[in-house]
């Protein structure tokens, strides 16, 4: 019977060192979390700090800051109508998207698509478009395209359509490459890129006059 209640006591013993471990595991979870769960946290701030632009705020901000016009044709757009906030935005910036340029085996939509992310790509092309229609900035020749591509370790996913237009930008300072020498051009473009390109244009590209006028580019392609 000495020896059954020994191995009784020893029992419970085990059971609440096992449940003083667990308590203490848990505290340690809460105050000190693992190094990956703090880099996830970490990183979702930076992300959410950083911010992709979305396509109707891009639009509205270039409209602001380079006083885009109405074109002559409107365009009737799927999912933005006349009396809509982004409306007069979408019509000025639409010219310059040339999305077939970035995707010339995709079909044409008559959606603006306000809320999807703008990509780099499709950043540089738009931000390229106005300043060149504004005689600010040169599209490179194909040979300097060439060139500026060539430093770019990701360039070939680029359509070769919109490639002066990439080139152009990373050539200006108006598109800088990431980490690694990387384009990345589907990926966001973020609203840090977005101040720095304007900055850049404030500095570097002023207009040739104050009363420069915008020189739409008649059947741009959508």
């Known amino acids: 019977m000495k020896s059954l209640a020994t191995i009784f006591l020893v029992f419970l013993t085990c059971l609440a060192v096992a449940g003083t471990i667990a308590l203490v595991d848990r505290a340690q979870s809460v105050l000190y979390p693992s190094a990956e769960g703090a880099t996830q946290v970490s990183t979702a701030h930076v992300n959410d700090a950083a911010g992709a632009v979305r396509l109707a705020e891009f639009a509205t901000d270039l409209r602001e800051k380079f006083a885009l016009p109405q074109p002559a044709d409107l365009v009737v757009f799927d999912d ?3 009396g809509d906030a982004n409306y007069a935005s979408a019509q000025a910036v639409y010219p310059f998207l040339h999305r077939q340029l970035l995707c010339p085996e995709c079909a044409l939509s008559s959606s603006f698509s306000p809320n999807e992310s703008v990509t780099r790509a499709q950043a540089a092309v ?9 005689d600010r900035v040169r599209l490179l020749s ?3 395209t060439t060139d500026v591509l060539s430093q770019l370790d990701d360039a070939d996913a680029v359509s070769p359509f919109a490639r002066p237009y990439i080139a152009t930008a990373v050539a200006n300072g108006l598109l800088a490459p990431r980490a690694g020498n990387m384009l990345d051009p589907t990926q966001p473009y973020l609203r840090t890129e977005m101040a720095a390109f304007l900055d ?3 500095h570097r590209f002023p207009p040739f006059a104050a009363t420069a006028s915008l020189h739409l580019a008649g059947g741009s392609a959508r």
Do not use: D, G, K, W
Not at 126 to 134: G, K, P, R, Y
């Open 200 to 202: 850049t244009v404030q």
């Open 126 to 134: 738009v931000l390229v478009s106005i300043l060149s229609a504004q």
């Open 80 to 82: 933005v109508r006349r």
């Open 142 to 144: 194909p040979e300097q």
